[in-house]
């Protein structure tokens, strides 16, 4: 653990100046080194998203296989180019359904034609790339938040529809009944501008043997949080 960047002191202290329970956790798990989010992918923005595509609803393994398939059709080619003039048969080949076939070439599109800035997704605010990114076929909120995460290395991200991260923020509060969506981003507001960190600590905890606190404060009926 030494040879790991730990979280901003910072970012630690505002989490727990702003959410007791999110305090109690990040104390019973291991530092979270949030800069290894990015270290895992040394994919460009087009390969990153192009990834996410393919591994769509299918076993890890099946999406590896496909999207290398994909990396070596593409070769040395500018990958938005070699998909927008790739034939129905060749996409088929590597092993792609017609719908993500046809969301990589909607990718493709707004890739080439600007509609989707690429090279300028790191200057954009959160909104705005969320935005870009969820006008691709295929790429839904999700999808979006986990590459502004994963990919860009936002601070304030949430992807509060992952069934992981609702099922975590259950455990961290000890409710009854798994949040909606809509509840986690309620919830999530104490922990800005800090949420890509909180994020990471919740996924974190999925993975401890034990998730519930029982000093957990029971939080008042979601409908009624903020």
Known sequence: MNDRQLPDKTAIESLRAGDPALARLIDRLEPVDLASWRARSSLDNFGSLARAIVGQQIATRASAAIFG?????????DAASAIAGASDAELRAIGLSA???????????????????LDKLETLTD?????????????????????LLGQLGRPDVLPAGDLGIRRAVQELYGL??????????RLGEAWRPHRS????????????PTLRDPAAAKVPPISSVG
């Open 127 to 147: 909104d705005e790339a969320h935005a870009q990114l969820t006008a691709v076929r295929g790429i839904g909120s999700w999808t979006a938040d986990m590459f």
């Open 69 to 77: 398939r994909l990396q070596r059709f593409i070769g040395q080619r």
């Open 99 to 117: 719908n993500k076939a046809a969301s990589l070439r909607d990718l493709a599109a707004r890739a080439l034609d600007g509609r989707l800035q």
């Open 176 to 185: 009854d009944a798994m949040p909606s969506e809509g509840e986690v981003r």
């Open 197 to 208: 960190l909180a994020t990471a600590y919740l996924y974190s905890s999925l993975r401890a």
